[in-house]
């Protein structure tokens, strides 16, 4: 399954529910303005709650699921805007049936938007309303940038969201006959339940593998590579993947018990794992200073950046920016082992030489790897990445397949750079950590 | 882009419903509630306005005058039809596929009350 077909499969189904309801459209639904105002006031709940249900299915997370998507990345992408699309039909919902109300009356509409007495079926409509509005709007930055665990803990507000709004709903259907009602909304339901069971449930149970911090190397003051050791079975991975690191080191001084995604910067033929950690946040900083022996539980592996074959047996551009070097790390480990020749020219971008992540590895690749070129673009000898220093490093550009991964402003230079030199858009591929 | 059009339709939404509110403080009371001051109709009288072109029905011991309402309700007139000039709780409270009105239906009968209903 392609990422376009995956991602076509979801939002099908979660517009299933209002494509029945057009489909059951009604001569009188479209005999006034009023009829037509109430018809569509009806028509984004239905889709709103919809792809509100469809955005909490894809929140399971489960290892694997996410690859004909693209990788978890990819993935979240596609549950924000599904979340996005459900948050402004769900804001649209309630004006557009108070707008019909208001051909009858002044009263009628205030009746129809705010709830009075033990009025439950509005109460619920809007306990969900609000909760969406709270659980989303730091994901919008409604209220500035959002700190990383409280928007974690706040989006939980999600599920007593979508309960209310299922309350809400099968108390004033009434679109559909109520067969489609029971069917599509329960069975709709009883996915993200299961979604949301296995992420905060069986996942924490069984899917976290316990490891042990056998050594931190220090590649940079402000990187550490952790070597871990599996306490019990391994996890199986390919090059390139990440996982979410919860350390339970006692010493630590900030994100002890927490989750976080972090690339795998080992080869899959390893007996242990290698993750490959900067500094960028409070939970990150602080585990610069893990202690070796402690212990960590790895949940995963995630994402799909390179395609699944051991080898690649086309032409490879690789562009990495400062951290975003870690998936390429893992994968050139991986091809030293596997030994075959490859075809692939690295493009590593840097501020300067003093901040080129593991240097004397890929220049030992570069000599020991047959096919294996490293070209160094350091911005402040060279400027911004441009086509011209790609094209000349790079021969035969527009056949190779591009990966990038690195910053969000090198992310688009290098898109741009992959365009201007001819290589078609599917055969760009791009990795980046945002929100995950 | 995203963030700007989620931050627009939030205000929107916000703003459109304290005008509804402001309109509602705002506005003259449109409708006697006091029901003791309203005309008591029989079931024979309220038999007499039973066509689409004249409706009126009898609901929870009151009487609505429906006729001007009835091009507006969702379902097609005919549905109604059957109810006018009649005791019609039943067609309110299991209305398509057997389910109640909402609570905003209820509130909107207030506005086509003519009188109380006495068997």
């Known amino acids: 399954m392609t990422p376009l077909q995956a991602r076509s499969l979801i939002w099908v189904l979660a517009l299933l529910p209002a494509i029945v309801a057009v489909v059951m459209l009604r001569e009188s639904d479209l005999a006034s303005p009023e009829a037509v105002l109430n018809y569509l006031g009806r028509l984004t709940g239905i889709a709103g709650l919809a792809l509100m249900l469809a955005a909490a299915i894809l929140s399971c997370r489960v290892p694997g699921f996410d690859r004909p998507f693209g990788g978890l990345t990819k993935l979240w992408w596609t549950h924000h805007q599904l979340a996005t699309a459900a948050f402004l039909l769900l804001l649209a919902h309630p004006i557009l049936l108070t707008l019909a109300a208001a051909s009858v009356s002044l009263d009628a509409a205030v009746a129809t938007l705010l709830p009075s007495g033990l009025d439950w079926a509005l109460w619920t409509g809007w306990g969900a309303l609000l909760l969406l509005m709270l659980f989303l709007g730091p994901g919008y930055r409604f209220f500035g940038e959002p700190d990383y665990q409280r928007w974690k803990r706040l989006h939980r507000l999600a599920a007593p969201a979508v309960v209310l709004a299922l309350i809400h709903t099968l108390y004033l259907a009434r ?65 390139g993947q990440f996982v979410y690191l919860t350390p339970r080191d006692p010493s630590l001084v900030a994100g002890r018990g927490e989750e976080h995604p972090y690339t795998l910067s080992s080869a899959p033929g390893e007996t242990g794992l290698r993750i490959a950690i900067k500094a960028l946040g409070d939970a990150s900083r602080a585990i610069q200073d893990i202690a070796e022996g402690s212990r960590v539980q790895v949940e995963g592996p995630y994402g799909g950046f390179f395609p699944q074959r051991s080898s690649p047996d086309a032409p490879e551009l690789w562009i990495a920016g400062g951290i975003g070097i870690t998936p390429f790390l893992a994968r050139a480990r991986h091809l030293a082992e596997v030994g075959e020749p490859v075809d692939i020219v690295l493009i590593f971008c840097v501020q300067d030489e003093a901040r080129a992540l593991w240097l004397d590895e890929f220049r030992e690749l570069a000599t020991t790897l047959p096919g294996f070129s490293l070209h160094m673009h350091y911005f402040y000898e060279n400027g911004p990445l441009d086509s011209t220093f790609v094209g000349e490093r790079c021969p035969n550009v527009e056949t190779r397949t591009a990966y990038i991964c690195g910053p969000g402003p090198l992310l688009g230079l290098a898109q741009k750079v992959a365009h201007e030199l001819n290589i078609p858009r599917s055969r760009i591929v791009t990795e980046e950590f945002d929100l995950l | 882009m995203i963030q700007k059009l989620t931050f627009a339709a939030f205000v929107a939404f916000w703003a459109s419903v304290a005008t509804v509110l402001a309109l509602s403080a705002l506005a003259p009371d449109s409708v006697a509630s006091d029901t003791d001051a309203l005309p008591e109709i029989d079931a024979e009288t309220l038999a007499g306005h039973a066509s689409l072109d004249d409706c009126w029905m009898a609901i929870e011991g009151k009487v609505y005058d429906f006729t001007d309402y009835i091009p507006k309700h969702p379902t097609p007139p005919s549905i109604m039809a059957p109810w006018c000039g009649r005791e019609a709780t039943e067609g309110m409270r299991t209305k398509g596929y057997g389910r109640d009105h909402s609570p905003a239906a209820w509130a909107m009968m207030d506005d086509y009350l003519i009188g109380t209903y006495v068997d």
Do not use: D, H, K, Q
Not at chain 1, 185 to 200: C, E, N, Q, T
Not at chain 1, 206 to 234: D, H, I, Q, S, T
């Open chain 1, 175 to 239: 679109t559909l006959p109520w067969l489609w009602e029971a069917v599509l909304w329960l069975g709709l339901a009883a996915l993200a339940v299961v979604s949301i069971l296995y992420r905060f449930s069986w996942s924490r149970r069984f899917g976290r593998r316990p490891y042990r911090v056998a050594r931190v190397v220090r590649p940079a003051n402000n990187v550490v590579e952790l070597e871990l050791e599996a306490e019990g079975p391994a996890l199986t991975y390919e090059a």
